[in-house]
C-alpha cells in the first residue's frame, strides 16, 4: 500500500475523529448546513484560524466550486494543510499565514467562519472589525467562542483559565453582541453550545481521557476501547446539545450580518 495513500486515509480518520468528539464541530457544522441553503455557487469563505485545517476541508465537500482560504499564524499548520489539499486535488483550497488583527482584503468574502479563535487574541475589536470589512454586503460572519460561563475551565470568581493562551475567560452574550455592532455588523444573534448534555459529553470526550492520559501516558493502549464503550451516549448528548436551547452554556455560537 502506498505510503502517501495510508497518510491521506489518516488525515480523513483524524478529521472523522474531531467530528465525533468536538461538540463546537456539530454547532458550526449545523450553521453551515443553514448557511448554504441560500449561498450562491461561487462563494468565497475565510476560515480564519483555521488550525488543522478541518473546518476547510468540510466547506470544500458542501460545494465543489465555493473558494476556500484558510489563514493561520502557526506556519507548520499552513504549510501542512496546502499539502494535504492540494494531495487530495483541492485547488479551491488554499492557506496562507495571516495574522488577523493585520487582514486586509476588503468585500472578498461571504462567509467567514472563526472556531474558538476569537479567545486567544488581545485586540478582538480590531479583528472584529477587519472581518466586517472582508465581507461583501450581506455577508455572514460565524464564530464559536467560550462563554464567561465556564468556557475556559472557570468555575469559581478567582479562578483562571485552564488554558494558557487564553487572553479572556470567556465572552458575555451582551459583550461580543456590542463588540460586533460597535465593528458595523446587524442582525448580531448569539446563543449557548455546551449546555447540561454538552457538559457532560465534554468529560467523557475530552476531561475523563486527558485526567487518565496525566497519570499514565500507557493509558494510550487502551484509549480507543475506552472511546468504543463512550462513543454512542457521546454522540447522543452531542445531538441533544446541538439541538436544543440552553439557558446557559460553557460556549457562546455567534452569527452577524454586514
Not at 483559565?161 to 451582551?174: A, L, M, N, P, T
Request: one cysteine or more.
Amino acid at each position: 500500500m502506498d505510503q502517501s495513500y495510508v497518510g491521506l486515509l489518516t488525515r480523513k480518520l483524524f478529521y472523522r475523529l474531531l467530528d465525533l468528539i468536538l461538540l463546537r464541530t456539530w454547532h458550526i457544522k449545523r450553521e453551515i448546513r443553514k448557511w448554504k441553503k441560500t449561498a450562491k455557487d461561487g462563494s468565497h469563505i475565510l476560515d480564519a484560524g483555521s488550525g488543522f485545517g478541518q473546518y476547510s476541508y468540510f466547506l470544500c465537500k458542501q460545494n465543489k466550486n465555493w473558494n476556500i482560504l484558510g489563514v493561520d499564524v502557526k506556519r507548520n499548520y499552513v504549510a501542512d494543510c496546502n499539502e494535504f489539499f492540494r494531495a487530495i486535488k483541492k485547488p479551491n483550497v488554499y492557506f496562507r499565514i495571516e495574522d488577523l488583527t493585520q487582514l486586509k482584503p476588503e468585500n472578498t468574502f461571504d462567509l467567514i467562519i472563526s472556531v474558538d479563535v476569537m479567545e486567544h487574541i488581545e485586540n478582538d475589536r480590531q479583528v472584529f472589525h477587519n472581518f466586517f470589512h472582508a465581507l461583501h454586503p450581506g455577508g455572514v460572519l460565524l464564530l464559536s467562542t467560550p462563554s464567561n460561563m465556564g468556557g475556559s475551565g472557570i468555575t469559581t470568581k478567582n479562578k483562571s483559565s485552564f488554558i494558557g493562551e487564553h487572553v479572556r475567560d470567556g465572552y458575555d452574550k451582551q459583550e461580543i453582541k456590542e463588540k460586533l455592532k460597535q465593528a458595523g455588523f446587524h442582525h448580531v444573534k448569539v446563543h449557548y453550545s455546551y449546555g447540561v448534555p454538552g457538559k457532560i459529553a465534554w468529560k467523557m470526550a475530552m476531561k475523563w481521557p486527558m485526567k487518565m492520559l496525566n497519570l499514565t501516558k500507557s493509558f494510550i493502549i487502551i484509549l480507543p476501547v475506552y472511546y468504543l464503550l463512550f462513543i454512542l451516549p457521546i454522540i447522543i448528548l452531542h445531538y441533544f446539545d446541538t439541538y436544543s436551547p440552553h439557558k446557559s452554556g460553557a460556549g457562546l455560537i455567534v452569527k452577524a450580518s454586514k
